[in-house]
Nanobody
Framework: QVQLVESGGGLVQVGGSLSLNCEVF??????????VGWFRQAPGKSREFVSA????????SYADSVKGRFTISRDNAKLTVDLQMNSLKSEDTAIYFC?????????????????WGQGTQVTVSS
C-alpha cells in the first residue's frame, strides 16, 4: 500500500510561482520500478496529465501546456516529489493530484497509476 500527500497549493496571481510537494509513504513503493506523476482537474473538465518522473532514472515528461514553465524533481532521501510551477496562467487553475504506479510505459495515461493523493487546490487569479 502506498499513500501520497500533496501540499503547497494556494492562490497566486498570473505570472507568479508556486511549488507543490508530494510525499510518498509506504514500504511497497519501489524506487526501481515506480513512477510518480502529477495530474490536474479543472472545474467541469476531465483529469489531465501535467508531469511525471521515473524514480530510478530520473527521466521526466511534461504536458505541452506546461513545458518550459513547470519543473518536476524528486528527493530520494525524503521520498518526495516537487512540482515547481512558474509563469502561472489562469488556465492552470485546478486541483492538482500526485499519483504513483509501477512499470509505467505511458506516463501520460492516468489509468496506469494505482495510488492517488487527495489533491491540492491551485488558483491563479488575473
Amino acid at each position: 500500500q502506498v499513500q501520497l500527500v500533496e501540499s503547497g497549493g494556494g492562490l497566486v496571481q498570473v505570472g507568479g510561482s508556486l511549488s507543490l510537494n508530494c510525499e510518498v509513504f509506504g514500504r511497497t513503493f519501489n524506487r526501481y520500478r515506480d513512477t510518480v506523476g502529477w495530474f490536474r482537474q479543472a472545474p467541469g473538465k476531465s483529469r489531465e496529465f501535467v508531469s511525471a518522473i521515473k524514480w530510478a532514472s530520473g527521466a521526466t515528461s511534461y504536458a505541452d501546456s506546461v513545458k518550459g514553465r513547470f519543473t518536476i524533481s524528486r528527493d530520494n532521501a525524503k521520498l518526495t516529489v516537487d512540482l515547481q510551477m512558474n509563469s502561472l496562467k489562469s488556465e492552470d487553475t485546478a486541483i492538482y493530484f500526485c499519483a504513483t504506479g509501477r512499470n509505467i510505459i505511458s506516463t501520460m495515461d492516468s489509468s496506469a497509476y494505482n495510488y492517488w493523493g487527495q489533491g491540492t487546490q491551485v488558483t491563479v487569479s488575473s
